[in-house]
């Protein structure tokens, strides 16, 4: 339920987590004209008790599909503000030659601030459930990404190539070989999906630049993951993270490991970012963004250290002055509770954890407005 705008609100007696993985710290957060105030209260504040809660920035997925309209498609606004959700990355369901259907359905008609990875097929992942957009290589070309990033950096913050036998075939190495190019062309971060070779984990880690990104890290998919034979952290991937490449969680159906990530929690190797790769076909099994991160609750990881996942680290990664919640900042907030109890996750490979704990999103701001207030439901 949307709220009227105020010109001034007190979130107060909140705990407050930054974003960037300290503790929280009991306080006042204060919004005035859509940013975060520095001013303690002021005259005709709207006061909204948030004691018990915890207050973070509004939270970002960095693995979304909310290309309206289109097969994987969700609406970013439907999604989104329930979860404390305030920014998304659609990561590559739209490519060079569909990026201005994109914009008219979804850039300029949802709430939601949206940013999106430039697919390096230009028919984007069209339809996952009947071929994969690189099986035909003729869709993969270098000038039509080009010239749609150029033409689209309001949104465009990357490029993404889906490296996986399913998506590719045979042609799957010469699609990152050509996805590497263009990303060094643009001077754009390269999010490259794992999944079963013939593209080799070796070979994607090796091809990776500082600021680059793995998402799917965590998969169970056997013979082509992060991990070595005594489940510790392969080399190439180890290099590649000493040189600056991202590990993404990119949740999806079969995006995600337990056994793998309690193996890489064991070793000291968190994720960098976890996001959800909600769809139309893993909207279900997700749920959402705070679902995920209740998963890392159960898995042993703290919540300051979850929450810097889903906030500071991703808006970074992206380039985005998002993720925060410093005095002048735009004022998107997510108001949480920590619901106790005894809860049960899952992932795609039949894994499962048991937590003593889930995240549950109470209201969202978005630019200092209420978007959504689970109060009212």
Known sequence: MTEPNYDSVVLRGGTVFEGEGSEGVVRDVRIENGKISGQDHGVGDVVIDVSGLVVAPGLVDMHTHVFAGQDLGVAADEVAFRSGTTTVLDAGSVGAHLIGAFRASTIDRSSVRVRAMLNISSIGATSIMLGGELLSPWYVSEGAAIDAIEANRDFVVGVKVRASVDVGGEHTSAALASARRVADHVGLPLMVHLGPSPAS????????????????????????????????????????RERGVLLDIGHGMSGFSLEVARHMLAGGEPPDTISTDIHSYSRESVIDLTTVLSKFLALGMTLPEVLRCASSAPAKALGLVVGTLATDSVADVAVLEREMGTFHFRDGFGGAVSGGERLRCVMTFSGGRLVHDRRRE
Request: hydrophobic residues 40%.
């Open 201 to 240: 984990i070796d070979e994607i880690a090796e091809s990776l630049r500082a600021g680059d990104i793995i998402t799917h890290a965590f998969t169970g998919w056997p013979g082509n993951g992060i991990l070595n034979e005594t489940f510790g952290l392969r080399n190439t991937v180890r290099a590649a």
